[in-house]
């Protein structure tokens, strides 16, 4: 089942908080996630990625502007789009199993059988099938995010997207977390929009990498990265991955103005 | 919230203002109607026995209250007076004790040891049943009072220090040796601060808890303060007096612990900047 | 060699609290030094012993000491249980709807500084027998906690756990049974934790000031007649007493929450 | 230029010993064996390997806040910790936390004059100026002395951690991963910060870190830490010119000293990968 395109069109979204200035966080945004590619979004953290993320899965609504999938206009959240959060969202209390069967479940009561087949699947091919009765607190870092990506893809959801999903794990785990999705990715190629600020993280995985401009609140360069999948490690010595790690830190630091350190400056930006 | 009607982010900031204030005040009102209906309305005996919001108020504010306690009356503020001053009282000494105590436990496993397990044996004992033996055994009600309200306060305290203590990060303690800081250092630079926002909390809730056993004490053991007003006005058959008595408690109660947080915010400007960073 | 760790580690357990237990030696010394002296200030404090000996005198087999316990337990059962039905829906309905909160809260807000022992005239006035108005004073004990520890709970849900489930195709019902529900349960635990020690306070002053019979009525008599080992009697009962309500509600809280075992986060939240 | 008033020039800079240093925890936790591994005075040395292989527990020993169970640590020639002798901590060695731990209730400018100031040995007026002159020196810092911790950016905190341990002119500086929660850009902006620090105070350093780019840039050797117990595998000479410049990153001899360090370290992560996996099966 080839996945879905997900397009943005001039949109824009500015938060407001009492007694502060409105804060602007998007600015005629327009963007393209093709079909079955890896599209990376890459910025500095506090850019608008992931309120991005949240207004193209539905969860807040845009102050100007709209959002496509697959041509027809979409604005309620649904299972034809689904996110990765950037911290864990699996629900502690239930299982992993029931949280991977949550979609179906609710959705469609009567397929009980068929879900829990699928569900299995996709829990062994995510090597967490004698962890399916654990609750999420048994679980280590990298093996929560697998069984959030099983909890998305069961759904077949046209458009999956992930906001920074490896940021916080060791490094040891996010390569080894990286190489996985990326298993995942070349075989059913899903759609993905994947967030990330790590450079090497984006140009590993993507197909595309679109670079958000902080300033303009916008999607500013975008860079193609014809790396040949399957990708494997070793590719990060090729030449040709040097030569998009250069445009890619160029562009990055184009983007970035100087640091100003005003004094309410917001460690966790949005 | 996704799940909770009204309030879009979209309206304005002033709307949202003007609606929150209109709903609170038809909150108030309603209780008073429903209070009021059921007194005199409703064919119940027990509401009948209860007072009705309009005869409250009328005692409350008059300028020769039936039952001689209202807003103009030199009683009704001596009784406050001596409520606030068993309560500070105890609250202080609870204070100067607990705190210390709480400190050094955090910091020194040998007090620790022998605090912690004298705490939880004494702890399961409710505070307000030592009002008797505190009666037996201190020379009049008033120390008697005081005691049994400074036990309350003492447990939040010291519970609350310590616990401020030790969720201190290692990482502070090891900075501070680092740089050559010395246990006293240490004690003034990393575990006082460190464990402030915890001790300011623990404060609160010593306080609100020292108000919940003063009443106790003052109704079974006291001459004078809130607590006595209302067991006295009930004794007396001063119904309205009662509710004036509850309602002046929880709102002295509310101001002293109001202080407090006020006072803690003043002294801990770092931590309510790094707050507002945050969150902003 | 490990079970040598083993044992070893259980002797230095054992060993790490020896001050604990000389502690209560020394506490348990000098109230029976000061029991024994003449005491110069104020009553005379009866020492372990004589409590012990009068306890196995006349209070082990009388039934009337055993109903008091019966009857203590019985109105903290009632007024525990009561604020509970109450005060988790009223919880969970301020935290769910907005216009209720706005209109509900601040009238609640007014009522929690009252301690709950300056509701006994009133109590007495309302309630037809003697009884139902000690419940009704353990009841206010346990309810202002139980309501605002949950209310605050549902304020703390982390909106992504919304977000995903209303992305999976959940209804709003299904979301509250599911989700809304299960989230709640470590914050009623921790309201039921301090409640049941709130209600014991309050129940022992209350029978006290106008209960007939109870653990608080029985060290009330002590004090009356005059016997301060009835009143020790009294206070170590409603200590034994209020220890076990504790241990039961934390029975009751395992149960409620199998996954908190396993995830730090919920454990330990008191 | 050296810093304005340094500790009278002692033969004392910074080399270490570690000599077959062990540490096991309880009765069977075995972090570190036979571990060994040498520092020259001044040398700016990166340990890299997968997480959980015991670089924190030698750092916690080098630091003072651990002791191990076997072997010795010496620093220029006087014995640092050893099984039988107590680690304590002092300004010789100053850490630079992973989480940062700058005093969150005291202003940039306490948290920097602290460490002169519980030595004793400078009056406050003085430690105020010298600690305004490197806040000054190292990035204008200065401009942000009378804030709290809590309102400057983590880029800025890490840079007055920085000022805070050098003030004391320590004999070796010791750095937990404190970029490691960075984006790539501010953590190509604090690796410029540390190169010019580093330049206008030379210091021995121990740096942990898992960015095998980032050990590079920096450091004058990295050296390769197995998996538990943890043991140095292998040492790999940076030859790259100094002062470093991110730009550096694209050049061949770069490219060919990362390509030896990732071999290394990925087969030490996968087989940490696997045991950890099963551990918690």
């Given at each position: 089942m080839s996945g879905g395109e997900l397009r943005a069109e001039s949109l824009g979204k500015a938060y407001r908080i009492k007694g502060q200035a409105p804060v602007r966080v998007l600015d005629n945004c327009s963007l393209a996630v093709a079909a079955g590619r890896l599209t990376v979004l890459m910025g500095p953290?506090?850019?608008g990625k992931s309120t991005l993320a949240y207004i193209l899965a539905g969860y807040v609504a845009p102050d100007r502007g709209r959002v496509l999938l697959d041509g027809a206009a979409v604005e309620k959240p649904g299972p034809n789009r689904l996110m990765v959060f950037q911290e864990t969202t699996l629900w502690p209390w239930m299982t992993v199993a029931d949280n991977v069967l949550f979609g179906p479940s609710v959705r469609t009561p009567g397929a009980e059988a068929e879900a829990r087949a699928k569900a299995r699947d996709l829990l062994r091919r995510f090597g967490l099938l004698d962890f399916q009765d654990k609750f999420p607190g048994q679980l280590s870092g990298g093996m929560k995010r697998r069984a959030e990506i099983a909890q998305a893809l069961i759904n077949e959801p046209r458009v999956l997207i992930m906001d920074e999903p490896f940021r916080g794990l060791d490094v040891m785990t996010r390569e080894l977390m990286q190489e996985y999705y990326l298993k995942v990715f070349e075989e059913s190629r899903p759609t993905t929009l994947f967030i990330t600020s790590e450079i090497e993280e984006a140009i590993f995985l993507a197909d595309v990498i679109l670079f958000m401009d902080p300033r303009l609140g916008r999607v500013g360069r975008v860079i193609e990265v014809d790396l040949p999948r399957p990708r494997t490690f070793e590719i990060m010595a090729s030449a040709r991955y040097r030569e998009i790690k250069e445009q890619a830190l160029e562009t990055l630091y184009a983007h970035e103005e100087s640091e100003q350190y005003s004094p309410q400056q917001t460690p966790t930006g949005g | 919230m996704a799940l909770r009607g009204g309030g879009g982010q979209s309206s304005m900031l002033s709307a949202i203002v003007n609606r929150r204030v209109g709903l609170m005040v038809f909150g108030f009102a309603a209780a008073f109607v429903l209070w009021y209906a059921s007194v005199n309305?409703?064919?119940?005996p027990a509401f009948r026995r209860l007072p009705d919001p309009a005869g409250v108020l009328q005692e409350w504010l008059s300028r020769d209250p039936a039952y001689g306690i209202s807003v103009f009356t030199a009683d009704y503020y001596v009784h406050i007076l001596y409520s606030t001053y068993r309560a500070t009282t105890a609250f202080a000494l609870a204070v100067v004790l607990g705190v210390p105590l709480g400190i050094m436990m955090g910091w020194k496993k040998t007090v620790r040891e022998y605090s912690d397990a004298l705490l939880t044996l004494l702890?399961?004992?409710?505070?307000?049943?030592w009002v008797p033996l505190a009666i037996l055994l201190f020379p009049g009600t008033e120390p008697a009072v005081i005691f049994v309200v400074f036990l309350v306060a003492f447990y939040a305290t010291t519970l609350n220090t310590w616990v401020g203590v030790r969720a201190i990060d290692v990482a502070y303690f090891r900075a501070a040796l680092c740089l050559g800081a010395r246990p006293v250092d240490v004690l003034r630079d990393v575990i006082i601060p460190g464990a402030m926002p915890s001790i300011f909390t623990g404060l609160q809730i010593a306080m609100g808890a020292a108000w919940f056993s003063l009443v106790a004490g003052e109704m079974i053991a006291a001459r004078y303060g809130l607590g006595y007003v209302i067991w006295e006005a009930y004794n007396l058959i001063q119904y309205p007096t009662i509710v004036i008595g509850m309602v002046t408690l929880g709102f002295v109660g509310y101001v002293c612990s109001a202080l407090i947080r006020v006072a803690g915010d003043r002294l801990m400007r770092w931590h309510q900047k790094n707050i507002g960073a945050v969150r902003g | 060699m490990a079970a040598k760790g083993r044992t070893q580690n259980a002797v230095a357990r054992l060993f790490a609290h020896w001050r604990g237990a000389v502690a209560i030696v020394a506490f348990v010394l000098v109230w029976q030094i000061l029991g024994t002296m003449s005491s110069t200030f104020g009553g005379k404090i009866p020492t372990p012993i004589e409590v012990t000996q009068i306890f196995f005198a006349?209070?082990?087999?009388?039934p009337r000491y055993w109903r008091n316990w019966a009857a203590s337990f019985e109105r903290v059962l009632w007024g525990f249980g009561y604020a509970q039905l109450f005060g988790i829906p009223l919880g969970i309905a301020l935290g769910l709807s907005r216009t209720t909160e706005e209109i509900v809260f601040p009238v609640f807000e007014v009522l929690r500084p009252i301690p709950p022992l300056a509701w006994v005239p009133v109590s007495i006035l309302f309630w037809p027998t003697h009884e139902a108005s000690i419940i009704f004073i353990t009841f206010i004990g346990a309810f202002f906690v139980i309501v605002i520890n949950v209310f605050d709970g549902i304020r703390h849900i982390p909106e992504r756990y919304f977000w995903l489930a209303t992305s999976l195709g959940a209804t709003r019902w299904r979301i509250f049974l599911r989700i809304v529900l299960p989230a709640v349960i470590p914050s009623v635990a921790v309201g039921m934790t301090l409640g049941i020690a709130i209600t014991w306070d309050v129940l022992v002053a209350a029978e006290m000031i106008a209960?007939?019979?109870g653990l608080g009525r029985l060290t009330w008599e002590g004090y009356v007649s005059n016997t301060p080992e009835i009143v020790i009697v009294g206070m170590i009962s409603i200590g034994i007493a209020g220890y076990l309500s504790a241990r039961i509600v934390d029975y009751i809280e395992a149960r409620l929450m199998p996954w908190a075992q396993h995830d730090p986060k919920f454990r330990g939240r008191r | 230029m050296r810093s304005v008033a340094s500790a009278p020039a002692t033969a004392a800079n910074g080399a270490v010993t570690v000599d077959a240093v062990g540490k096991v925890y309880g009765e069977t936790m075995v972090a570190l064996e036979d571990c060994s591994l040498e520092i020259a005075a001044g040398e700016f040395l990166a340990l890299v390997g997968p997480s959980g292989c015991g670089k924190s527990t030698l750092l916690n020993i080098l630091a003072g806040f651990d002791h191990p169970t076997r072997g010795t640590v010496t620093l220029d020639g006087a014995l640092l910790a050893s099984a039988d002798r107590a680690a304590h901590p002092g300004p010789d060695r100053i850490v630079v936390f992973q989480e940062g731990a700058l005093f969150p209730w005291k202003t940039v400018l306490d948290n920097v004059t602290y460490g002169l100031k519980v030595q004793r040995q400078t009056a406050p007026e003085e430690a105020r100026a010298r600690a305004l002159d490197m806040l000054a020196r190292c990035g204008g810092l200065d401009r942000v002395a009378h804030q709290f911790p809590g309102q400057i950016s983590s880029g800025m905190q890490r840079r007055v951690e920085l000022v805070r341990a050098l003030i004391n002119d320590p004999r070796m500086l010791l750095l937990d991963?404190?970029?490691?929660?960075?984006?790539t850009v501010s953590k190509g902006r604090m690796h410029q910060h540390l190169l010019d620090i580093h330049a206008q105070f030379p210091k021995t350093v121990f740096f942990i870190t898992h960015d095998l780019e980032e050990a590079i840039l920096l450091a004058d050797t990295v050296a390769v830490m197995t998996t538990r117990p943890g043991r140095i595998r292998s040492r790999v000479a940076v030859d790259l010119p100094r002062p470093r410049h991110a730009r550096m990153i694209a050049s061949e001899r770069f490219v060919a000293l990362k390509e030896q360090l990732i071999a290394a370290v990925h087969e030490e992560a996968q087989k940490a990968f696997e045991r950890g996996e099963r551990e918690l099966a």
């Open positions: 953290s506090g850019s | 309305w409703l064919p119940f702890r399961p004992i409710p505070p307000l049943a | 006349s209070f082990v087999d009388d209960g007939d019979l | 991963e404190p970029f490691r929660a960075m984006d």
